[in-house]
């Protein structure tokens, strides 16, 4: 009945601004950005139209019209069939279709079954690969037995053109939707006209009988719902024994058919009999639902005990050709041989076709880096998602972008620094590209985290039935003769489990000796001995279940007074499970970001004599003058000095004065040509006295506003471009000649790129009219883990009204103390029954986590903010504002007074002698 339910102007909101802003429009002419742009303007007419639409199950003429436009396969079309036909619907109908298709998502895991992963929540597209590569290993590795496997790897032709409507009716009856839903669903997919656009000429209208558009934000989950057909025809034959699933290892589950989209894997038993029934199923899906599956382009492997005649007599049977592996399974290989070069070589492959394609003359170093970051390095992320590709690879792969860089088309350039330097992050003094080894072993934790926190998914439950049946995944080893994958995720094993923690809910599931559970600090380990007798005892033993704390006795005849501290820091939630979370991550949440930056260590300590690189990245000036200054700051341009360390052969004196050795410091600042360039700027840098370059900068950072040192950095730049026109060009500018394209260049890029821009020191100022103010904040010492709250309220003009502080218990980190305050204000503000008001805080980051779409709670954080969103339920309006440090120092200053009080203090209608100064 939730499907039923009227739609409401929130959803149409949602779904426009979930939209991508740039899709190409259709026959209205609009793209999506245009609503997004004005929604102001035209929201409450679009979405009255909408939901009047959905609301009546009617849709207006015209509104599910589609333009197909052809896109060129290839250089020279010859036919049809070279063309890609692409359908452009109308906005409003895309707006639609995504309302739709977002109130069916959370139903869809519940009646899709494991074999398909696409478009389902919570599944992807690595499980898929997984199964698929775990199977073709066991399948590859069978030599013995007298049961051969098969693998049949399928191609349907158009699927989604061929969909018979009646029976995509049907299925979604079979799955239990309502007919109104239904009706709707079917509105949609049968009334589309299409009309072919050439040349931009639309031709006449073709009324299509069956088929689901591309494009359409419904399709691809009633494609699912019609492919689960013919899944449901293969279990009912795996259960009737008629055909039997591949089982890689004792206990795990069979697997019969793995399907993404329309891209289909089955596995059977290599016989005539079970050969005969899969043919069946396939003919009757066909039959049914419209589909064709393309045999010419499908095709079979066995596994090696497999019988010649057995291979034969299948694929004759099914009409298919033998492989020896079912090769590239979702774009990525199924099988690893010995050889892992050459299977990863078409990673390197694609790398070096595409940056052999960028024309390095036309792009600066700075529009380099952009194309290396966002094309080049992101190519392999797929593969290093289940794959560990090997040393070689990755180093090949560094090679080719670091030569890109430094614009050299042979090795025998100059690269002025090494690439391991590059990848330092730019806050730190390098470029922030990425190392692909540590990143590569990022991603893959990424699996090794889903197997530890979804062991119910059915690649985990494969992999656990194969390579740690008797053990969870921490205690798991790599085994005897394991997949490729698998020693691709064990080589994240170490990273993961170091990096995790266990939340205590109810303490049922986590063990007092064997699992980290207390804070980091000397261990996330109990330190006291552990008795034989407990060696499987839970956290839940601890625990008082009457007053739902800590139970001292037992604490204190268990453990050393040490671990009895740190146990007494953690807090307990009896109404949650335990669970594993990452706790680097306040959300408690692997991300791949976050392990990076672990696997890759801390860099404080090498950002060298420089340590303004945030400021000088955030600078307002073109990119390339920002990596022209970064590589005068590192001292690797080419200047006569730094030329001869390189050994190569030139004349040391400077090509500007010719009266001393070229640097960096003595080009840009001490040359009599670059001393007359800065007389002509008028900047006041005559009293900066430096003996390196960096000093000089820092100097020139701390004199000059932010406008003037933009002016500076054109200005060095300018001169730079002048001293190399003095080396090739043998001509030298005159010096106001520079400085006039040093001024003119930074006045015209403020202008186009800044215009009217607001200094980042400073903030709008906070409107906020009609309700009581409520500022909060909380303290913490992470030498003792005391943990504090301050609130103030204040009354609609502002007047102090009341306030209160006092100290939190069971505290791990400054963001809990700060949930912990909310949560603490929230409280009090319920029990004076101020039911409408708005908090204020100066915590950015407590404001983002409450205020985004609630996700699996799996941190201690986590469980505060849960609690919050419970409260603030019960208000009448309730808002989370944020406001600077000194806007809320009367709340900080309560919170600090805390620290030295007993009790908690509350203060009603007449402010303490602490907070007179803050108010008003």
């Not at 471009?721 to 930074?746: D, G, H, I």
């Amino acid at each position: 009945m939730a499907l039923l339910h009227p739609f409401d102007i929130n959803e149409v909101r949602t779904a426009v601004f979930s939209m991508f802003s740039d899709k190409a429009p259709g026959p209205d002419g609009m793209n999506p950005g245009f609503y997004q742009h004005f929604w102001d303007v035209v929201g409450v007419d679009v979405s009255e139209f909408i939901l009047n639409a959905l609301n009546s199950w009617i849709l207006p003429n015209g509104l599910n019209d589609t333009n197909i436009i052809l896109i060129p396969k290839k250089n020279v079309p010859e036919t049809v069939g070279d063309m890609r036909p692409i359908a452009l619907s109308n906005v409003l109908y895309r707006i639609m279709a995504k309302m739709m298709t977002n109130r069916m998502k959370p139903l869809m895991e519940n009646l899709i079954s494991d074999s398909q992963s696409a478009f389902i929540s919570g599944r992807l597209i690595t499980d898929n690969i997984l199964v698929a590569s775990e199977v073709g290993h066991f399948l590859n590795g069978k030599q013995c037995g007298n049961v051969g496997w098969g693998a049949l790897k399928l191609d349907m032709a158009k699927a989604y053109d061929r969909m018979e409507w009646p029976f995509l009716k049907k299925m979604l009856q079979v799955m239990g939707f309502e007919k109104g839903w239904i009706d709707l669903v079917m509105t949609c997919v049968t009334t589309v006209t299409y009309q072919v656009v050439v040349n931009g000429v639309p031709g006449g209208k073709i009324i299509p009988t069956r088929g689901l558009r591309q494009g359409d934000p419904l399709s691809p989950y009633l494609f699912i719902i019609c492919a689960e057909g013919l899944s449901l025809l293969l279990q009912k034959a795996e259960l009737a024994g008629s055909i039997h699933g591949c089982r890689v290892a004792r206990g795990a589950p069979p697997v019969s058919h793995l399907f993404f989209a329309d891209d289909s894997l089955l596995f059977f038993k290599a016989n005539l009999q079970e050969a005969s029934v899969i043919k069946q199923c396939l003919l009757r899906y066909e039959n049914l639902s419209g589909q064709m599956v393309n045999y010419h382009k499908s095709n079979i492997c066995f596994s090696r005990n497999t019988s010649r005649e057995d291979r034969d007599l299948v694929a004759i049977c099914l009409g298919v050709d033998q492989a020896p592996n079912f090769g590239k399974y979702l774009g990525l290989p199924s099988f690893i041989g010995r050889n892992k070069r050459a299977v990863f070589s078409y990673v390197e492959d694609k790398i070096r076709q595409r940056i052999g394609s960028w024309n390095k003359k036309l792009l600066s170093q700075a529009g380099k880096e952009v194309l290396l970051k966002s094309v080049a390095q992101s190519m392999p992320t797929f593969s290093m998602s289940i794959f560990l590709l090997p040393d070689t690879v990755c180093l090949s792969i560094e090679r080719l972008m670091n030569r890109y860089w430094w614009g050299k088309e042979v090795d025998r350039g100059i690269h002025w620094k090494a690439w391991d330097k590059l990848c330092v992050p730019k806050k730190y003094g390098g470029l922030g590209f990425k190392d692909l080894r540590s990143f590569n072993l990022a991603m893959l934790g990424k699996q090794a985290w889903r197997f530890l926190t979804n062991p119910t998914s059915l690649a985990a439950r494969i992999y656990k039935a194969r390579y740690y049946p008797t053990t969870s995944f921490i205690d798991a080893k790599i085994g005897k003769c394991p997949s490729y994958c698998w020693r691709s995720i064990m080589a994240a094993h170490g990273i993961v489990c170091a990096g995790v923690r266990r939340r205590i809910g109810n303490g049922e599931k986590t063990l007092i000796w064997g699992h980290p559970w207390l804070p980091d600090d000397p261990s996330p380990l109990i330190q006291t001995e552990m008795p034989e007798e407990l060696r499987e005892a839970r956290v839940v033993g601890l625990i008082d279940h009457q007053t739902k704390t800590w139970d001292p006795h037992i604490l204190s005849d268990l453990f050393e007074p040490d671990d009895v501290a740190r146990i007494y820091r953690i807090p307990i939630s009896p109404e949650y499970e335990d669970s594993w979370y990452w706790y680097k991550d306040p959300r408690g949440e692997y991300s791949v970001k976050n392990a990076y930056r672990q696997i890759v260590g801390n860099y404080e300590n090498n950002s060298g004599t420089f340590d303004k690189w945030i400021t000088l990245w955030k600078l307002k000036i073109p990119p390339k003058w920002k990596t022209f200054l970064w590589r005068a700051l590192c001292d690797i341009l080419p200047t006569t000095n730094n030329l001869i360390i390189k050994r190569v052969e030139v004349v040391p004196a400077c090509p500007m004065c010719d009266t001393s050795h070229e640097n960096v410091m003595h080009a840009l600042t001490s040359c009599d040509y670059s001393r007359i360039v800065w007389n002509i700027s008028g900047l006041p840098i005559t009293n900066i006295i430096a003996a390196t370059f960096p000093e000089w900068i820092m100097g020139a950072m701390t004199n000059l506003t932010e406008e003037q040192f933009a002016t500076l950095v054109g200005v060095l730049y300018h001169l730079w471009n002048a001293r190399n026109e003095a080396v090739w060009k043998r001509a030298l500018p005159p010096p106001s000649a520079t400085w006039r394209r040093a001024a003119a260049a930074t006045t015209a890029y403020t202008q186009a790129h800044c215009p009217g821009s607001v200094p980042s020191a400073q903030q709008p100022p906070l409107v906020l009219h009609g309700r009581p103010r409520c500022f909060f904040d909380g303290g913490y010492r992470p030498q003792t883990g005391d943990a504090v709250y301050g609130v103030v309220l204040l009354h609609l003009d502002g007047s102090f009204k009341a306030a209160t502080n006092g100290k939190l218990m069971t505290c791990l980190s400054p963001l809990m103390a700060e949930a912990l305050a909310c949560r603490e204000a929230l409280s009090w503000l319920k029990e004076r029954n101020e039911l409408d008001v708005d908090m204020l805080t100066d915590c950015t980051q407590l404001r983002h986590h409450l205020l985004s779409s609630p996700t699996t709670i799996l941190s201690y954080e986590g469980v505060v903010e849960d609690q919050f969103r419970a409260i603030m339920a019960q208000f009448t309006y309730c808002s989370i504002n944020i406001v600077s440090r000194l806007v809320n120092v009367s709340a900080h200053t309560l919170a600090t007074l805390a620290f030295d009080q007993e009790h908690s203090m509350y203060w009603d209608y007449v402010p303490p002698d602490c907070l007179i100064p803050f108010i008003n």
